[in-house]
């Protein structure tokens, strides 16, 4: 599918009836998912190639940033999914030439959605390819400063509950309560560590477009892409902030888990050290030897009951004064 943006706003979308050929006012050149078909006639529009999906897979950076008949070969990993139980990342090609951006996307980022309704609602519509590059750049690390704030409330609710749990009740309650902390820990981990991917991928894409650009960017766009670089940067010290918040709060939860474990062991052992003196006066008695005195006395029976009754509760009376029940 193909999505194009003229110089002056002007947006043919994929529903919208196939533009032959394209314009040649083209600032952007959109391919979400594109078949063959479309990759050549881009190809023969642009005049220079365009990656292939395995091509956009590699982990080189030569074969990620790269200059080739004097266009700039940019791939970076986008977040992609955000909003969804499962968010990820994806790589994206931008083709950026003095005329034209294009981008190669197998998935569909909620920034390459905001571009489009700001073009249809005509608001600062970019004119030119660079201008484009750096709106969808903005958009981009916008989107995952959000994702990290959403992180970070997440973390503070889960702090709160943490700490507010009483791990000695041993119950169902608190550890079905402490496994759904670490669980969750574990999917915002994931995140972070996909949003932190993403900021570098990024970072490395705009440093290498401030480098080989500067002979044809616009000069006032000079300042706007070095302060969304400083702002990545920010970001990227953000997520190792938050990655040590996360530490933390694994290490808290599982050490609540040993604690309420410990509890749990600890009423067990203590339950049967309350028993153990009543099941050896019980064992004494139940043996069956044939010159037991106490078996003919009338009031053994009842002195034995009392016995027992007295050696369970002075183990419960010790384990008290020492604050172990």
Partial sequence: MVRLITQQGQLFDWQDEKVRPFPDNLVYLDLLNPSRAEELEAESWLEH?????????????????????GALYMTAWIPVGLDTPDPDTTAITFVLAPDCLTTVRYADPMAFRLIVEQVRRQCSCPMSSDAVFLTLCELIVARIADALQTVESDLKKIGREVFSLDPNKANAAVEKDLGDVVRTLGRRSALVANLRESLVSVNRMLQFFLNNAATWMRSDLAAQFRSVMRDVKSLDDYTNQQQQEMTFLLESTLGLINIQQNQIIKIFTIASVLFMPPTLIASLYGMNFEHMPELKLPWAYPAVICLLVISALLPIWFFRRKKLL
């Fill in 49 to 69: 190639g365009l990656p292939t999906r395995e091509e956009m897979q590699e982990i080189e950076e030569s074969s990620r940033l790269y200059s080739e008949h």
